[in-house]
């Protein structure tokens, strides 16, 4: 199981309830980390994240079946009729590449361009401070963000996932993707009937909850075909 938010410990500890062994990959980096606290959770209302997470550890360190792991998954692949999950760093994307037709246009307009990796954004006396990845940091008056969502890992892609408009893995009502054998949850992944992940704690969790027994219940099909 790869991710240690709250899809995948809900994942891992319904499977260790239902004493399926479970391998949970948390590289230590989440989409919410920048939040202080979670809210309109239901008795975890302004909880900090962090804390929601050693309570779920302590929870799952219960289960003898589940072993947690603070690894990252690098790539994901077949290997005959069972899948390969590689260890090691995230992959992370560089700055990339941009069109010389459009390097030129913006020359010409006497905007400067940098295309590394945005580090960190901290407020300035002039309004922000931009730190990136390599290179020294810019001060600047504003920030415009054009916001787009896709896979922040590479695993889809290896796997031959179906996508949504989004960018997001489609899955059905039990988080089956398209792939047989393979599930996901979370804000990754949702159903043709939304336009989008509902980018929710509580419900990252139950679909969480809903894949892995949909998990379970395809494992023991193939335990036991008719």
Request: glycine share 12%.
């Amino acid at each position: 199981m790869i991710g240690g938010g709250p899809a995948g410990l809900q994942a891992a500890l319904t499977l260790g309830r239902m004493h399926r062994r479970t391998l949970l990959l948390d590289s230590g980096e989440y989409r919410n980390a920048p939040a202080e606290h979670m809210h309109n959770f239901v008795t975890h209302d302004g909880t900090p994240p962090a804390e929601f997470r050693a309570a779920a550890r302590a929870e799952l360190a219960a289960y003898t079946t589940v072993t947690v792991r603070g690894t990252a998954a690098s790539a994901v692949g077949r290997d005959g009729d069972e899948f390969r999950v590689e260890l090691g760093p995230d992959a992370r994307a560089d700055g990339g590449e941009l069109d010389p037709a459009i390097r030129a246009q913006l020359d010409d307009a006497g905007v400067a361009v940098r295309l590394q990796a945005v580090k960190e954004l901290m407020p300035s006396a002039a309004g922000a401070t931009v730190s990136f990845a390599d290179g020294p940091d810019e001060e600047v008056g504003g920030v415009f963000v054009a916001a787009e969502l896709g896979q922040r890992a590479p695993f889809a892609e290896q796997l031959g996932l179906g996508l949504l408009p989004s960018g997001a893995v489609e899955v059905d009502a039990t988080g089956r993707t398209s792939v047989p054998g393979v599930f996901a949850a979370g804000d990754m992944a949702h159903t043709s009937a939304t336009p989008m992940p509902l980018a929710s704690v509580l419900t990252a969790a139950a679909s969480g909850l809903v894949a892995a027994a949909s998990l379970d219940g395809h494992l023991l099909a193939a335990d036991h075909p008719s």
